[in-house]
């Protein structure tokens, strides 16, 4: 038996109240709710780290250079990913000698190629991070990948990013995922014109961490009439994400990945089109509406989705029958928009976890105001959240969607949805939700948390779905 | 200097180690940091951030700030939320980009002592020491802060303080609960536990025992603090196994029988200040030659030094290597354990070793028909929640039959 | 022990008063240790016959370790210890943490418990730049300032960025300006100009040193005037800011024989 003390010590700390961190969406502004002071990291993450994204390119390798306290996240996030994750990892240790000798270009260079002599097989691609301080005492990244290439012929590069504290115009998510498409649109910018000219009949989806959902209309749409979907969550080989560059035009479902897709058109000239995910039939018109016009597709029969959905979501709030809901912005980049259509069809939204709303939302967010002003939000990082009790759940059944939400309620029943992506039944793998299916799919994850409890401080504690993202492919 | 580590980890850093060796006092933590950088703390390195809440953060340091030196926004954000949950003191450790621009948090702490009247700490940490520096640095600091003379009372028996505790080095697995009882079993009072379940007022208490034990390198510090302020002894032993449970008990009576010391000691600092604080890790210690170990343990340096006599007066093995990559601690902590830090040293140790004792992610340096040999001895520190499951009770009694049976 | 710290604009005579300022108190008998704190590594050159001591920073850099105590510095004229911090190759690198990075090491190797000097005197570049060119401010360093100027407005322009910045770390706990020294250039209404920045801070003028060749012929051949000829009017204007700095407090090694 281990002594209490050891597992549950008692730590003497005062309840704060609530203000600050919870108010009535009227009470809050827009888009940042809460004034932001000491933050709280929630064990709870639920997106995906800068580690796990490029093992979902195949045959890359992630080489950090960075302060043993930045490295030390990384290599642990990478160790979790199963299959291998850690072996397609490695780390130059920057330490204070290079920050007093200023010699941060050779130790880069040098580092990475021991790194690389030293692994059993030469990768077709390597993404190397580099960390604020190395920027702050402005390296010279271009003599870094000059020599790393002129080293290296047979091996693209891609410079990686890893400086929260320099983030200005790009959050770090942003450039994550802008990066991740470089090598791809540098080699389709180096060929000749002849063959940049010439397109395959394709979509690219890009830069999502989950494959779109197989059983998605927009799937079967673009079959339909020929065309390929490449999915960047879904490269098998190395070629397969390089092809992503070639297609005709690209999609966008995230905000975050915006920079990506503008960067990727003004690299390789290739058009893309924004299709937020969406909870606004409305919305859903008009993004099937751009598609048809671009693609000449055959518009799918709206109505017929719409009324399923409406009556399925009847279904599902006639189980719930007033239990409340609570949401955070990690399930989806929507979130408000979520809450929206659930509180339309008589579900119990309680509270919207988020510290920031997203301002594609300023008019859901005026719709919400108007019509649920008892709409709680909430922070995730507020400091006083690290000691508010998390017993909401344990005090009456509550379902929660997000993993934050999951933890700052204490409730057992959640979906464990992470940017509209989510593991379906029957599945082991997680899929992103887009469009009417998704909507559909949403719907029965709602009803299968409200029947099933999950063990969550096991789910949430590994991020980023347990890493059971199809990592890498085959190689 | 090869400074690349192909399959290897790191050890948490410096500022996780102050955070770990105070969590459970009832401090204001703040780590001076971008957020998200050290959110690896609370996902990773601290078991008890799931289900017990302690007061850490991180600042979110910007560039704005880290170009002008600022730490207004620091102490204002501080002191909002030290007025509304009222911390028995305030912790501050630097990350990288205070260190680059030479930051000054101790001048920063002792401003906000005077504006808020609470004890205030600032730790000089980079982000580039250890966690086993700066959990020393912590302990060393909170007995500076905290520590009075206690008055000379009668007592029967042997009081005690056990220091150098945190969940990076001993996890959460029984090994303070079985410290606890080997001491209560034998009937010596322990006053204090550095600091896992001991209260503020138990630590407090501390100069009040006869004898420190310290049982990791974070604990060194704070223990010579001790000598020297208040005369008490130190012994410096992990209890590891059953030979190490009973030399640990025989040493305490021993040592417990000399009594107070009069003379000043000599304070040992903590890694954090050492000549390595200038220049990094380096790792230019050169490894021995490559000689053929029986068995290799890599880890902390205590606790291997505790399995090493285990090994030697239980199973009769005779040439026992010990390693420790930790390369900032005070001298007196590596006891003939060798400091390598570079991964293609410790892959030809690991190499040259019969048997080899360590975290799970070392057996990566050793080719795979040579794993076999490989025994797991997870380190919280070092491969983080990963492998907590299989970590050992390895204070006392039991780890002699856990390490019979991998043998 | 007295700990000193001498700033002021590049090319002002930094080095100069900070060498002169030396070698006068080591003429009294004063043990003195001083570290040019300045990647020029110029500051120590005239009290070591002009030829420079090795900086800390360019041994490690060359050495790829730390120096010992034996390599730490050297002794110059009268045993004035000569430690210069050094920097990073110009333009890269981090100058500021290499002055840190040596205060580190000069703790580490107990530089000033071996050597037990009764000042310490930091002659610090310029302007105060980052945190690393604070550092010898810092409590536990420095517990004085003096502010070296001329008349010139650029001179006395940084003066006055200097004591801003000193006036701002107060509530630190950091080092305060003893007052100025006034070494002169010439300039037209020199010494009302600097008198009127002296009232303005409420700063006294610990010394007025007037512009003088001998100091050139002196540095030329590596010496300070204290050195080559201390009857002269200036060396005895630096023996009498030495005698002001230390006040009644005599040198540790006079104790020491009686």
């Known amino acids: 038996m281990i002594d209490e003390r050891e597992i549950k010590p008692n730590i003497p700390v005062k309840i704060p109240s609530k203000d600050g961190c919870e108010a009535n969406i009227t009470d809050v502004p827009f888009p940042v709710p809460f004034p932001k002071g000491l933050v709280y990291a929630p064990p709870a993450r639920g997106t995906w780290t800068i580690?796990?994204?490029?093992?979902?390119?195949?045959?890359?390798?992630?080489?950090?250079?960075?302060?043993?306290?930045?490295?030390?996240?990384?290599?642990?996030?990478?160790?979790?990913?199963?299959?291998?994750?850690?072996?397609?990892?490695?780390?130059?240790?920057?330490?204070?000698?290079?920050?007093?000798?200023?010699?941060?270009?050779?130790?880069?260079?040098?580092?990475?190629?021991?790194?690389?002599?030293?692994?059993?097989?030469?990768?077709?691609?390597?993404?190397?991070?580099?960390?604020?301080?190395?920027?702050?005492?402005?390296?010279?990244?271009?003599?870094?990948?000059?020599?790393?290439?002129?080293?290296?012929?047979?091996?693209?590069?891609?410079?990686?990013?890893?400086?929260?504290?320099?983030?200005?115009?790009?959050?770090?998510?942003?450039?994550?995922?802008?990066?991740?498409?470089?090598?791809?649109?540098?080699?389709?910018?180096?060929?000749?014109?002849?063959?940049?000219?010439?397109?395959?009949?394709?979509?690219?989806?890009?830069?999502?961490?989950?494959?779109?959902?197989?059983?998605?209309?927009?799937?079967?749409?673009?079959?339909?009439?020929?065309?390929?979907?490449?999915?960047?969550?879904?490269?098998?080989?190395?070629?397969?994400?390089?092809?992503?560059?070639?297609?005709?035009?690209?999609?966008?479902?995230?905000?975050?990945?915006?920079?990506?897709?503008?960067?990727?058109?003004?690299?390789?000239?290739?058009?893309?089109?924004?299709?937020?995910?969406?909870?606004?039939?409305?919305?859903?018109?008009?993004?099937?509406?751009?598609?048809?016009?671009?693609?000449?597709?055959?518009?799918?029969?709206?109505?017929?989705?719409?009324?399923?959905?409406?009556?399925?979501?009847?279904?599902v709030s006639e189980l719930y029958n007033g239990t409340p809901l609570v949401l955070d912005y990690t399930a989806s980049p929507r979130i408000l928009q979520m809450a929206l259509f659930l509180l339309e069809n008589g579900f119990q939204v309680k509270a919207v976890y988020t510290d920031a709303f997203s301002p594609e939302e300023e008019e859901v967010y005026n719709v919400l105001r108007e019509k649920y002003p008892q709409l709680l939000i909430r922070s995730t990082q507020h400091f006083k959240m690290r000691l508010l009790?998390?017993?909401?759940?344990?005090?009456?059944?509550?379902?929660?969607?997000?993993?934050?939400?999951?933890?700052?309620?204490?409730?057992?029943?959640?979906?464990?949805?992470?940017?509209?992506?989510?593991?379906?039944?029957?599945?082991?793998?997680?899929?992103?939700l887009y469009g009417y299916s998704g909507i559909l799919h949403f719907l029965d994850l709602l009803e299968e948390a409200f029947l099933r409890k999950s063990d969550v401080k096991s789910v949430i504690e590994v991020k980023a779905f347990g890493c059971s993202g199809r990592i890498g492919g085959e190689a | 200097m090869n400074q690349s580590q192909r399959v290897l980890s790191t050890y948490a850093a410096d500022l996780f180690g102050i955070s770990s060796a105070l969590y459970e006092l009832g401090g204001l933590i703040v780590m001076h940091d971008a957020s998200g950088c050290n959110s690896t703390y609370g996902t990773h390195d601290e078991p008890r951030w799931y289900d017990t809440p302690s007061m850490a953060y991180i600042s979110g340091l910007n560039e704005v700030d880290t170009i002008h030196g600022n730490d207004k926004r620091l102490r204002d954000n501080i002191k909002e939320a030290a007025l509304e949950m009222q911390p028995a003191f305030i912790a501050i450790s630097g990350s990288p980009m205070p260190n680059v621009i030479g930051s000054d948090l101790k001048s920063a702490a002792a401003l906000l002592e005077r504006e808020t009247g609470i004890p205030c700490m600032g730790f000089r940490t980079d982000g580039i020491h250890t966690y086993a520096a700066g959990a020393g640095e912590a302990f060393l600091e909170y007995a500076r802060r905290f520590l009075k003379p206690v008055p000379e009372e009668q007592h029967?028996?042997?009081?005690?303080?056990?220091?150098?505790?945190?969940?990076?080095?001993?996890?959460?697995?029984?090994?303070?609960?079985?410290?606890?009882?080997?001491?209560?079993?034998?009937?010596?009072?322990?006053?204090?536990?550095?600091?896992?379940?001991?209260?503020?007022?138990?630590?407090?208490?501390?100069?009040?025992?006869?004898?420190?034990?310290?049982?990791?390198?974070?604990?060194?510090?704070?223990?010579?603090?001790?000598?020297?302020?208040?005369?008490?002894?130190?012994?410096?032993?992990?209890?590891?196994?059953?030979?190490?449970?009973?030399?640990?008990?025989?040493?305490?009576?021993?040592?417990?029988?000399?009594?107070?010391?009069?003379?000043?000691?000599?304070?040992?600092?903590?890694?954090?200040?050492?000549?390595?604080?200038?220049?990094?890790?380096?790792?230019?210690?050169?490894?021995?030659?490559?000689?053929?170990?029986?068995?290799?343990?890599?880890?902390?340096?205590?606790?291997?030094?505790?399995?090493?006599?285990?090994?030697?007066?239980?199973?009769?093995?005779?040439?026992?290597?010990?390693?420790?990559?930790?390369?900032?601690?005070?001298?007196?902590?590596?006891?003939?354990?060798?400091?390598?830090?570079?991964?293609?040293?410790?892959?030809?140790?690991?190499?040259?070793?019969?048997?080899?004792?360590?975290?799970?992610?070392?057996?990566?340096?050793?080719?795979?028909?040579?794993?076999?040999?490989?025994?797991?001895?997870?380190?919280?520190?070092?491969?983080?929640?990963?492998?907590?499951?299989?970590?050992?009770?390895?204070?006392?009694?039991?780890?002699?039959?856990?390490?019979?049976?991998?043998l | 022990m007295k700990k000193i710290a001498i700033y002021g604009k590049g090319g002002i005579g930094k080095s100069t008063t900070t060498a002169n300022l030396a070698a006068a108190l080591a003429a009294d008998g004063y043990k003195v240790i001083q570290i040019g704190c300045d990647p020029k590594a110029d500051s120590t050159m005239n009290l070591l016959k002009g030829v420079p001591v090795q900086p800390v920073m360019d041994y490690y850099r060359l050495h790829d370790e730390e120096p010992d105590f034996e390599h730490i510095g050297r002794e110059g004229f009268g045993g004035v210890f000569c430690i210069e911090t050094g920097g990073p190759t110009p333009g890269l690198g981090c100058a500021g943490r290499g002055i840190i990075a040596t205060f580190d090491l000069l703790e580490e190797l107990e530089v000033f418990e071996r050597i037990r000097p009764d000042v310490v005197l930091y002659d610090v570049l310029g302007d105060v730049v980052c945190g690393g060119f604070a550092a010898p401010i810092r409590e536990g360093y420095a517990e004085e300032i003096l502010i070296v100027t001329s008349g010139e407005k650029m001179a006395l322009y940084a003066a006055d960025n200097i004591s801003t910045a000193v006036r701002n770390f107060e509530d630190r706990g950091y080092a305060h300006v003893r007052g100025i020294v006034l070494n002169r250039r010439n300039v037209p209404d020199e010494e009302e100009k600097v008198r009127s920045f002296a009232e303005k801070h409420g700063f006294p003028i610990c010394a007025d040193i007037p512009r003088s060749d001998e100091i050139n012929y002196y540095e030329d051949r590596g010496m300070t005037v204290i050195e080559g000829d201390p009857s002269l009017p200036v060396s005895r204007l630096y023996m009498q800011l030495a005698r002001d700095l230390m006040g009644d407090e005599k040198p540790q090694r006079e104790g020491d024989h009686e």
């Open chain 1, 389 to 432: 009790p998390r017993d909401e759940g344990k005090k009456e059944k509550l379902i929660a969607v997000g993993q934050k939400a999951a933890y700052f309620t204490g409730t057992d029943h959640f979906v464990n949805m992470i940017e509209n992506g989510a593991v379906l039944k029957g599945d082991s793998q997680p899929v992103q």
């Open chain 1, 51 to 315: 580690a796990h994204s490029p093992m979902l390119i195949p045959g890359c390798h992630e080489i950090y250079v960075c302060c043993p306290c930045c490295l030390h996240g990384v290599v642990l996030s990478a160790d979790e990913i199963p299959d291998g994750g850690n072996s397609r990892f490695s780390m130059v240790t920057l330490t204070n000698e290079n920050v007093l000798k200023g010699d941060l270009e050779e130790m880069m260079i040098e580092g990475v190629s021991e790194v690389l002599k030293g692994l059993p097989e030469m990768p077709r691609l390597v993404e190397c991070f580099t960390s604020c301080v190395q920027h702050f005492l402005n390296i010279d990244l271009k003599v870094v990948y000059r020599a790393l290439r002129e080293r290296f012929p047979g091996t693209d590069f891609i410079d990686g990013y890893m400086i929260p504290t320099l983030a200005r115009k790009l959050t770090p998510d942003m450039l994550g995922r802008r990066q991740l498409l470089r090598a791809a649109s540098m080699k389709r910018a180096g060929k000749d014109e002849t063959l940049r000219e010439k397109r395959d009949r394709a979509v690219s989806l890009i830069v999502n961490y989950y494959p779109l959902d197989p059983d998605s209309e927009l799937k079967e749409l673009f079959e339909k009439e020929d065309y390929e979907v490449r999915d960047f969550a879904s490269c098998k080989t190395y070629e397969d994400y390089l092809a992503l560059a070639d297609s005709e035009c690209a999609l966008v479902f995230v905000s975050a990945s915006l920079p990506a897709a503008k960067d990727f058109q003004k690299q390789t000239g290739m058009d893309y089109l924004y299709l937020p995910y969406s909870y606004s039939f409305e919305e859903l018109r008009r993004e099937y509406q751009t598609l048809t016009d671009r693609f000449g597709l055959n518009m799918p029969d709206p109505e017929e989705y719409e009324r399923r959905i409406t009556a399925r979501a009847r279904e």
């Open chain 2, 156 to 406: 029967g028996g042997i009081r005690v303080n056990i220091l150098g505790v945190t969940p990076l080095d001993f996890s959460v697995t029984g090994n303070t609960t079985a410290m606890r009882k080997i001491l209560a079993g034998a009937g010596i009072e322990l006053i204090s536990l550095w600091a896992m379940g001991s209260s503020p007022e138990e630590l407090q208490r501390a100069p009040s025992a006869d004898l420190n034990l310290v049982v990791s390198s974070a604990g060194l510090s704070a223990a010579s603090y001790m000598e020297a302020e208040f005369g008490i002894p130190y012994l410096c032993m992990t209890p590891v196994g059953k030979s190490g449970q009973e030399l640990w008990l025989r040493l305490i009576r021993e040592r417990a029988a000399e009594g107070k010391r009069k003379e000043k000691g000599k304070l040992i600092p903590s890694g954090l200040y050492g000549s390595i604080s200038c220049f990094g890790m380096s790792g230019r210690t050169k490894p021995e030659e490559d000689g053929k170990a029986q068995v290799l343990i890599i880890g902390e340096p205590l606790i291997s030094e505790g399995i090493k006599n285990c090994l030697m007066t239980e199973f009769g093995i005779e040439h026992v290597r010990r390693i420790c990559p930790l390369p900032d601690l005070p001298k007196e902590a590596y006891a003939g354990a060798e400091i390598v830090t570079q991964e293609q040293h410790l892959a030809r140790a690991a190499a040259s070793a019969e048997r080899v004792i360590a975290d799970p992610i070392y057996a990566r340096l050793l080719p795979e028909e040579k794993r076999k040999a490989f025994i797991r001895f997870p380190h919280e520190a070092y491969s983080g929640r990963h492998y907590r499951e299989e970590i050992p009770v390895f204070t006392g009694n039991s780890f002699s039959e856990w390490i019979g049976e991998q």
